[in-house]
């Protein structure tokens, strides 16, 4: 593994579902993050986690979830998608050691269609 | 009120040329850094170049260059010698306040701009 990965790639649900996004990081980095991203509206933030046993709430939090047990891992739980949870689903993460730029290194992203 | 603003959807440019895509921005903050991502058509989120509010030159990573002008609140992103491959979106994105123990940054992004490098 080099970076960010994401699981699944692409996913088709239906509505009411539960579901949850995987992402696991190699780079120990301390912070990670979740952001959904929609045509003209960029990237929101919905969770981030300044650290393992820590998480916080973004931009657009409602009706996710997410745990942050170890430095590597980051899962974002939809507890029972909706359709306007359809989206691309983006992971990732930062650290100090990187410099004070402490820019965010991004996974490929999720694709997630609920009907 | 929108805090990160990129005015231009899309973009057209000629292969060769230089481009300038608009960012403006909005804080109070003194300290804030103002990022640009790349993210071609395959969808991967590539960083490109970062400027703080208290440096005190513009920012240049190779082909890139950031035109940071603080009195406007803008972060203009400048591509020279445009190339096929620069064709893509892009997004500038904003940390509000100093960089937090442990990296976290929390980043504000705008709706981005999509560019086209004819040959």
Known sequence: IAGITQAPT??????????TLRCTQDMRHNAMYWYRQDLGLGLRL???????G??????VPDGY???RANTDDFPLTLASAVPS??????CASSDS??????E????PG???TVL | AQKITQTQPGMFVQEKEAVTLDCTYDTSDQSYGLFWYKQPSSGEMIFLIYQGSYDEQNATEGRYSLNFQKARKSANLVISASQLGDSAMYFCAMREGRPLSGGYNKLIFGAGTRLAVHP
Not at chain 1, 10 to 19: E, K, N, P, V
Not at chain 1, 85 to 90: A, C, D, I, L, R
Not at chain 1, 104 to 107: M, P, R
Request: hydrophobic residues 30%; positive net charge.
């Open chain 1, 110 to 112: 999720t694709r997630l």
């Open chain 1, 85 to 90: 949870q359809t989206s691309v689903y983006f």
């Open chain 1, 54 to 59: 820590t998480t916080g709430k973004g931009e």
């Open chain 1, 65 to 67: 979830s997410v745990s």
């Open chain 1, 104 to 107: 965010q290194f991004f996974g």
């Open chain 1, 46 to 52: 919905i969770h981030y986690s300044n650290t393992a």
């Open chain 1, 10 to 19: 692409s996913q088709i649900l239906a509505a009411g579902r539960r579901m």
């Open chain 1, 97 to 102: 050691r990187g410099g004070v730029n402490n």
